[in-house]
């Protein structure tokens, strides 16, 4: 079935570092990449989105690439801020199902001032 | 943006009972709506999905007897735990999708809800 893999599964950084998250995905079908970001006891926000048709996205200090080749696609958080500290998840959506989003195990990010 | 709320943020409830969770869209129509589940430190786990007008899609290992879901309208679905027991607590969040547009494929999520079956 389909699986989206996340990696690391914590990350710990010095504020003004950046961030790499990475996400690997099974379904050669997906085409649509949500990176969401959860603060504990509240809901995951979408925080940027990527589609199968763009290699690259970036908004402010955030910014995903894609490779579909590879099946991977990655989130990037350049001069992070304590705020930024949370569970980060990446997900992938397939053609079946509903569409429906397969989410990663998520990644703990903590940025320390 | 679109706003999804849930309905009761946090429930107790005695072991047997049933209690019923609500999502709503609050600024737009969502013909498909999800349920998910998290455990502590966990992910999302993906429950069903929810069809307005049509039966519930269930995940591999989700009892549809357990967890009932209605999509009544295209602004509302309702997830009822029925026969509650200890090992249904849990973080229950909703997403809904917004309809509008082709290739909308956006999901916002419900505050979630708290669920401590005593």
């Known amino acids: 079935g389909e699986n989206v893999e996340q990696h690391p599964s914590t990350l710990s950084v010095q504020e003004g570092d950046s961030a790499v998250i990475k996400c690997t995905y099974s379904d050669s079908a997906s085409n649509y990449f949500p990176w969401y970001k959860q603060e504990l006891g509240k809901r995951p926000q979408l925080i940027i989105d990527?589609?199968?048709?763009?290699g690259e996205k970036k908004d402010q200090r955030i910014a995903v690439t894609l490779n579909k080749t590879a099946k991977h696609f990655s989130l990037h958080i350049t001069e992070t801020q304590p705020e930024d500290s949370a569970v980060y998840f990446c997900a992938a959506r397939g053609l079946r199902g509903y569409n429906k989003l397969i989410f990663g195990a998520g990644t703990r990010l903590a940025v320390h001032p | 943006g679109a706003v999804v709320s849930q309905h009761p943020s946090r429930v107790i409830c005695k072991s047997g009972t049933s209690v019923k969770i609500e999502c709503r869209s609050l600024?737009?129509?969502?013909?498909?709506m999800f349920w998910y589940r998290q455990f502590p430190k966990q992910s999302l786990m993906l429950m069903a999905t929810s069809n307005e007008g049509s039966k519930a899609t269930y995940e591999q290992g989700v009892e549809k007897d357990k967890f009932l879901i209605n999509h009544a309208s295209l602004t509302l679905s309702t997830l009822t735990v029925t026969s509650a027991h200890p090992e249904d607590s849990s973080f229950y969040i909703c997403s809904a999708r917004d309809r509008a547009g082709l290739g909308q494929e956006t999901q916002y999520f419900g505050p979630g809800t708290r669920l401590l079956v005593l």
């Open positions: 600024d737009f129509q969502a013909t498909t």
């Open positions: 990527i589609r199968s048709n763009v």
